[in-house]
């Protein structure tokens, strides 16, 4: 029987370094609302003003159990809540397994702030491939990395979406063939997982 690379752990940190590295991003305060009262003034008004999500969804629940058991097969559906300095604006959620010799990783996070704040944390983010149709603007990377002959796909999602970004990583190896997962199967599991958060934010971060 095949024993597993004793690098295996140093292989998947850089994932667990790009779920978070993003959090490290500052934002600026938001503008307090005007105190003074009006008569005149109409709710509809200040509505459209402020931010159209106050703070970001419980992030283990924006993807679905039956799209985690899809994408990371034998990972528990709860997911392990990411650790965040302000989860008022922060949160995120990763799931993994490693299931025979195929390992899988997904993760999520989200990020409200400002609208500006917001448009500039989905630029320095923005991936080689634009995703339209998805949230205000979004866009879709993928990296193909080799490490003493083991090969590991990811591929990642960025989606902005009013005042909100989403960042999704879809990750995994095998680690019997010591080939990468299918380009199209990666494809297509972060895209998914992808709408789904982004949905989230309108089922619960609103």
Same mark, same amino acid.
């Given at each position: 029987?095949?024993?597993?690379?004793?690098?295996?752990?140093?292989?998947?940190? !850089?994932?667990?370094?790009? =779920?978070? *590295?993003?959090?490290?991003?500052?934002?600026? +305060?938001?503008? @307090? %609302?005007? &105190? /003074?009262?009006?008569?005149?003034?109409? !709710?509809?008004?200040?509505? =459209?003003? *402020?931010?159209?999500?106050?703070?970001?969804? +419980?992030?283990? @629940? %924006?993807? &679905? /159990?039956?799209?985690?058991?899809?994408?990371?097969?034998?990972?528990?559906?709860? *997911?392990?809540?990411?650790?965040?300095?302000?989860?008022?604006?922060?949160?995120?959620?990763?799931?993994?397994?490693?299931?025979?010799?195929?390992?899988?990783?997904?993760?999520?996070?989200?990020?409200?702030?400002?609208?500006?704040?917001a448009r500039e944390a989905y630029d320095g983010r923005k991936q080689s491939s634009s995703l339209p149709g998805l949230g205000d603007e979004a866009s879709e990377g993928a990296e193909l990395t080799e490490d003493d002959g083991q090969q590991t796909r990811a591929a990642v999602v960025v989606v902005r979406k009013e005042n909100a970004v989403v960042t999704l990583t879809y990750n995994g190896s095998d680690f019997e063939t010591r080939k990468a997962p299918d380009a199209e199967a990666m494809h297509e599991g972060a895209l998914a997982a992808a709408k789904e958060a982004v949905n989230a934010l309108d089922a619960k971060g609103s």
């Open positions: 029987m095949l024993s597993l690379p004793l690098t295996l752990a140093a292989r998947l940190l !850089p994932v667990a370094v790009l =779920a978070v *590295g993003g959090w490290n991003l500052t934002t600026g +305060s938001q503008p @307090e %609302a005007d &105190s /003074a009262p009006s008569a005149s003034r109409r !709710p509809s008004v200040k509505a =459209a003003t *402020g931010p159209a999500y106050e703070r970001p969804p +419980s992030p283990c @629940e %924006a993807i &679905s /159990a039956e799209t985690v058991q899809k994408l990371v097969p034998g990972a528990k559906s709860a *997911g392990k809540e990411l650790q965040a300095s302000d989860p008022k604006r922060r949160t995120g959620c990763s799931w993994n397994a490693l299931k025979g010799f195929d390992y899988r990783w997904l993760d999520v996070t989200f990020e409200v702030s400002p609208a500006p704040a």
